[in-house]
């Protein structure tokens, strides 16, 4: 078998004023083509790497050479630093070194500086080589000799990285006792066949071109670590979730849109990486894995997350820094072992309250999310420890107002309960008598009879209401409008107890608006006025809900409390000055 070939020898230069801060930025470049993948050596701590390494790479079969740059990390997946695409056709090829702006990725809004130095050594080569014999040779040789320096030196870990392998080496096979192989940056298409190696417990395939997991997978029921980062995978299908001896798992980098459920079933996983994939969403399983404790979800499409991904409570570190999340689950604060987190570039406007349990974080990055809470953002630019301060006391302040909230609207229900208890009780004979006729009717004849009764008492407590407003607007004397506020007052537990009986959502006005120029009276004026406003909201609810299907229950209900609202008015209404009125 023959193909023809055309090279191009490149060297890598250097790179300069990369994003970063230069303490905590590894740089490693990658250079693919439509055949292979190759790349640099990692330079460490530094946003001006120097590299000048050299690199035969074949365009025959597509004349495009795609560059990346990442950060190396070595817990989480490495974080993309730029790219840059060039077309071979247009490129001098007369040595000469020519730097080359880095770009983000298409769709994806990333932080990126800087450029990279190039040179491209003249002429191409065309030539008929034979794969089967010279090709073969060459990569069989390469096998034999990193195969026997791991026998010499009695190691189970074999390195095959770099070998331009398609298949798994028959070599390789002449011992089946390998404990960790490392066969990245070859060629590999699909998921290679490791069923013979039993005793496997770590696996590396990174930057090949696998683009699919095929069902022999299912065999390596013993493997522990598994690295797919920087292929082309597509999807991870539910024949992963055989895997479940797995501890850690990176598949960063690949062209993953989809995730199978099964992936949750792996609950022995400690550290998981998914990061520059295309994900929209994450399935719920997820928060199956309960032992996790790295997951980096960075560079994804993530517009939402489950409130089942905050049942990874063993979380450490968790990296969800550039995405499209807007909110985050509200019980998020569960997570309470976490000690890095990353939220940056996100459409995040808060925090979630819950995350008040989150005391350990010693790393909280939100960076570049329009957060509205100003106090937070504050606290934030100070310090980790400041912020981790600030969404304690926070959430102390809610569940605090949440238990007053609470024992209010049992007060109020307890003083209605009360309240109708006392009006029966103290029932005079003849009201008895009047009542008494309503027992003879249908179900259906007492609701229509009650509903009459109500409307009419509504109607009654909304004219009266009026001229409570009136005397408010004319009079000027504050002993007479502290008489109306009170009675106004007064008319609040009433209005609660219609609003917690009614199920309709019964909006508040508006406070009232001051400009500062009022004077004592125009101010208590206007805070008396937006009250009342508020009791003639609720009347306009229960007149809407006496003409639903409401129950007879609520409808006494009801007639009591518009009938004590009625008796409080016409109380008032006796002591305001005749020509306010």
């Known amino acids: 078998k023959t193909m023809a070939t055309s090279y191009v020898k490149i060297t890598v230069l250097k790179a300069r004023d990369l994003v970063g801060v230069p303490e905590d930025t590894d740089p490693v470049v990658v250079l693919s083509t439509a055949t292979a993948r190759f790349r640099t050596k990692v330079e460490n701590m530094t946003n001006n790497p120097t590299f000048d390494e050299n690199f035969d790479l074949d365009f025959s079969e597509s ?5 990346t740059i990442w950060d190396k990390e070595f817990v989480t997946a490495d974080r993309f630093l730029g790219q840059c695409i060039l077309d071979m056709n247009n490129v001098k090829l ?91 940056f070859n060629r590999f298409h699909i998921f290679p066949d490791m069923s013979d190696f039993s005793a496997l417990r770590s696996l590396w395939l990174s ?5 699919i997991i095929g069902s022999s997978i299912s065999n390596l029921v013993g493997l522990q670590q598994l690295f797919l980062n920087g292929n082309n995978i597509r999807e991870v299908p539910d024949i992963v979730g055989c895997l479940m001896s797995l501890e850690k798992l990176d598949l960063s980098n690949n062209n993953i849109g ?9 609950t022995k996983l400690e550290e998981l990486s998914l990061g520059g994939n295309p994900l929209r969403t994450i399935p719920p399983e997820l928060g199956n894995l309960v032992f996790l404790e790295t997951l980096d979800l960075n560079g994804c499409e993530l517009e939402e997350i ?57 790393s909280c990055m939100i960076e570049r999310n329009p957060i509205k809470d100003k106090e937070l953002l504050r606290k934030y630019e100070i310090g980790t420890d400041h912020l981790v301060d600030y969404l ?15 024992r209010a609207i049992a007060r109020r229900r307890a003083a209605a309960a009360k309240l109708k208890k006392q009006n029966l009780n103290e029932a005079e004979p003849e009201e008895q008598i009047r009542v008494d006729p309503l027992a003879n009717l249908s179900v259906e004849e007492r609701v229509t009879k009650l509903r009459n009764i109500t409307r009419t008492l509504s109607r009654e407590v909304k004219q009266k209401i009026i ?15 502290i008489n109306i506020a009170q009675v106004v007052r007064s008319l609040i537990p009433y209005s609660e107890n219609a609003r917690d009986n009614i199920s309709f959502v019964i909006e508040k006005p508006q406070p009232p608006k001051f400009t500062g120029n009022e004077t004592p009276t ?50 008032a209404i006796a002591t305001i000055p005749k020509e306010l009125l």
């Open 306 to 362: 489950p409130k089942e991904f905050s049942d990874m409570i063993r979380l450490l570190e968790l990296n969800l820094g550039f995405n499209s999340l807007r909110v985050l689950p509200n019980n998020f604060g569960q997570m309470t072992r976490l000690c890095n987190l990353n939220l940056s570039d996100n459409k995040l406007t808060d925090l979630p309250q819950s995350m008040g349990h989150c005391s350990h974080l010693e």
């Open 392 to 406: 304690q006391k926070r959430l102390f302040a809610f569940e605090r107002e949440q238990k007053k909230r609470k």
């Open 522 to 571: 125009k101010m208590f004026k206007k805070t008396t006025a937006v009250a009342i406003r508020e009791f003639e909201m609720v009347l306009d609810a229960i007149g809407q809900y006496i003409v639903t299907q409401c129950p007879l229950r609520n409808l006494i209900l009801i007639a009591d409390i518009l009938k004590n609202c009625f008796g409080l008015i016409e109380g």
């Open 258 to 266: 989809y995730i199978s459920p099964a992936l949750g079933n792996l």
């Open 94 to 184: 007369d040595g000469s070194p020519t730097w080359f702006d880095l770009a983000p990725r298409r769709g994806k809004q990333e932080e990126v500086s800087g450029a990279i130095y190039l040179a491209f050594i003249p002429g191409t080569r065309t030539e008929i080589v034979d794969v089967s014999k010279k090709e073969s040779h060459k990569i069989k040789s390469i096998v034999r000799d990193r195969i026997q320096n791991s026998n010499q030196i009695g190691s189970l870990d074999v390195d095959l990285t770099g070998c331009d392998l398609q298949e798994v080496p028959v070599l390789l096979k002449e011992r089946l006792d390998w404990e960790s192989i490392d066969m990245g």
């Open 467 to 481: 001229l409570i407003k009136r005397a408010l607007m004319r009079s000027q004397d504050m002993e007479h409008l």
């Open 63 to 67: 004349k495009k050479l795609l560059i």
């Open 207 to 211: 930057g090949n071109q696998i683009n």
